[in-house]
Nanobody, 130 residues
């Protein structure tokens, strides 16, 4: 299994941007689906977005986003660096929470549930102030 370490969290004003990174150990990282989840104060952990594994050459890597972050957040991956990124723009106070990256090498029809993942990072705090 891979091990995941997030970084890049911090305090930012509403409307600002922040970029998170998730670095994985393991030589088969490119075959993992990786997603970001977040957990706000007093809330359940929720799906933010995910990125598929690297497919055949010429085939785009699939991404999926929660409605609340579409058009504001972008997920990308650099398999050579074993890293997945979450670029967050136009941040809102409701984006505040602990952000976790999660990975799975199992196959599902969708990847929005927390139970789909067999590796989790320790989380990084994102606080958006007004």
């Amino acid at each position: 299994q891979v091990q995941l370490v997030e970084s890049g969290g911090g305090l930012v004003q509403a409307g600002g941007s922040l970029s998170l990174s998730c670095v994985a150990s393991g030589r088969t990282f490119s075959s993992y689906v990786v997603s970001w989840f977040r957990q706000g104060p007093g809330k359940e952990r929720e799906f933010v977005g995910g990125i598929g594994w690297s497919g055949a050459r010429g085939h785009p890597i699939r991404t999926d986003y929660a409605e609340s972050v579409k058009e504001r957040f972008t997920i990308s991956r650099d398999n050579a660096k074993n890293t997945v990124y979450l670029q967050m723009n136009s941040l809102k106070r409701e984006d505040t929470g602990v952000y976790y990256c999660a990975a799975t090498n199992l196959y599902y029809s969708d990847y929005r549930g927390t139970s789909k993942y067999n590796a989790w990072g320790q989380g990084t705090q994102v606080t958006v102030s007004s």
